[in-house]
């Protein structure tokens, strides 16, 4: 690889995308892919931490993946895997592990919240959750890593453990930094625009999913919630509107004020359905192709099979420095 920062996400096998995760995260790892070195994982062992149906698992870990390569990533130029094809995630998480309080991790906002939702199934992963992912990120010694606020604390704590690791064993783990875009808005949800749009809202007409078909995309904008006013313009108090807005600059490139000047004069309806075309048109070659990815099993497996290969190579150079570090007599 050429000498670039490295970026490193992961992102979880949810199989489908929300519009929110699009515009807000994936839709801008594509263009990175120039800049940076990057290493993008599907995350199928953090995954189980809750429980997952394992067929489903499977699916959605391979929908996820085809999804990743349609929203653009390149695997020619970036690496793009299975987290538990590559064993050297787990075997690093064991070492960090082992450099991270118990106090840490029960301060971390997320275990507290999940460990409330899965009451009868607080299992010892879910606690770890986040030695896994500061393996992940440490496994590169990558830069820079493009996380949401909900994984600050997770990134925060990730520096802290190979802070501690150098502190102890001499310096040696690059102290991972949150790339923060300047680019991807945050997406509300279309019933509530207080609350963000979730993937598990209980109402699916609150999200658009990226593999939802046209038809199905403009009825749910049809339905977003609004307000009494009928002017289309970006005001606070009118986050129905705002996030309406938010979105159809989004896909179109458009400002504001001349999306304020396109809509004068018209009704919260043609606003609506003019936003529903853009983004299902915007989403369209998305769709075309990710139906041609995931019929071709056999090219997919070529490439998260050569994906885990590179990084394997990759992370086994760092993996196996840390186990000599560590006092692990050498195998070979
Ligand atoms: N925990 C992240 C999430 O839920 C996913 C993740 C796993 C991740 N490992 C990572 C993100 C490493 C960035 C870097 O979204």
């Known amino acids: 690889m050429e000498d670039k920062k490295l970026i490193f996400s992961g992102i979880q096998p949810t199989g489908t995308f929300t519009l929110g995760n699009y515009i807000g995260a994936v839709r801008n790892w594509g263009p990175l892919q120039d800049e940076y070195n990057c290493i993008y994982c599907v995350v199928d062992m953090h995954a189980i931490t809750v429980k997952q149906d394992p067929v489903k698992l499977r699916q959605n870990t391979m929908n996820s993946y085809a999804l990743l390569m349609a929203c653009g990533i390149d695997v020619e130029k970036s690496i793009l895997f299975i987290q538990s094809h590559v064993k050297t995630h787990a075997e690093l998480s064991w070492i960090l ?16 919240d999940k460990s409330k939702k899965h009451a009868d199934d607080v299992n010892s992963g879910l606690f770890t ?28 704590l990730a520096r802290n453990i190979a802070q501690r690791f150098n502190q102890r064993y001499g310096d040696f783990f690059t102290l991972p930094e949150p790339y923060i875009s300047e680019i991807g808005a945050k997406v509300m949800s279309l019933q509530d625009p207080t609350k963000k749009m979730s993937k598990s809202d209980e109402n699916p007409n609150a999200v658009i999913l990226i593999l939802d078909d046209k038809d199905t995309i403009i009825r749910k904008f049809k339905r977003a919630v609004t307000d009494s006013d009928a002017e289309v313009c970006y005001r606070e108090g009118k986050d129905g509107i705002n996030n309406l807005m938010t979105i159809y600059s989004s896909v179109t490139g458009k400002d504001f004020a001349s999306i304020e000047s396109e809509f004068s004069g018209k ?37 998260y099979t050569e994906g885990a290969e590179k990084a394997l190579r990759y992370s086994q150079r760092i993996v196996s420095k840390v186990y000599r570090k560590v006092g692990f007599v050498d195998r070979t």
């Open 97 to 112: 592990g082992c450099n991270t309080q118990f106090g840490e991790l029960s301060r971390m906002t997320q275990f507290k």
């Open 129 to 156: 959750y986040p030695v896994l992912m500061a393996a992940d990120i440490l496994a590169y010694n990558a830069d820079l890593v493009p996380v949401g606020v909900d994984q600050k604390q997770h990134l925060e």
């Open 267 to 303: 009704g919260y309806g043609d606003f609506k359905l003019a936003v529903g075309e853009a983004v299902a048109d915007h989403l369209e070659p998305v769709r075309t192709e990710f139906a041609r990815l995931i019929a071709d099993k056999a090219y997919l497996k070529k490439c």
